[in-house]
């Protein structure tokens, strides 16, 4: 079993198997040798472990604003609550920055259907102008503000390659 000794000069505490006792040993603190032997100090007690001691519960009043707190939570069950709190403790959104994205990427891979794709295309950018505006405000989560700037890249490509679809195919069609 390991013996805790202190060096004689710095005091630093070493643990040593019993069969160093004895034997010159050299401090890793201060680096210097000594004779190893049982320290006279004797660790000191440990305080003893009280229980602590519960005091009696009072009947609990019931007070007007808990009836009023309850009586709001109980109306606002029919409406969602949002996930995040910001740093002054008010509700804010979460954001939106995957539909965003998937919108704007879906704008550009649908650019054969004019339609779907310009629709696309618009709802990304208004979607992503909207929730930047909030962000920026601090009315919703800002941990999607890059995604939702990708979407909005996105969806201003799919709409100019619509664009561009349209001036040809216009072009092309007064040619023939």
């Not at 009043?61 to 069950?77: G, I, K, L, M, T």
């Amino acid at each position: 079993m390991p013996l805790t000794i202190r060096c004689e000069n710095c005091r630093a505490a070493l643990k040593l198997p019993e069969q160093y006792l004895g034997q010159e040993v050299r401090c890793p603190s201060c680096s210097r040798t000594f004779v190893a032997k049982e320290s006279q100090e004797s660790p000191p007690p440990r305080p003893p472990v009280r229980e602590p001691e519960l005091p009696e519960e009072a009947p609990r009043q019931r007070r007007d604003d808990d009836y009023d707190r309850r009586r709001r939570e109980d109306e606002d069950e029919d409406y969602p609550r949002p996930r995040r709190r910001n740093y002054e403790d008010r509700f804010i959104e979460p954001h939106r920055g995957t539909s965003v994205l998937t919108m704007g990427i879906l704008s550009i891979v649908f650019f054969c259907f004019f339609p779907l794709a310009v629709g696309l295309g618009i709802g990304a950018i208004i979607m992503a102008n909207n929730d930047l505006a909030k962000m920026r405000s601090g009315a919703m989560d800002r941990s999607g503000q890059g995604t939702t700037q990708a979407g909005l890249v996105c969806g201003v490509i799919g709409l100019v390659i619509e664009v561009l679809l349209l001036f040809f195919y216009c072009i092309s069609a007064l040619n023939h």
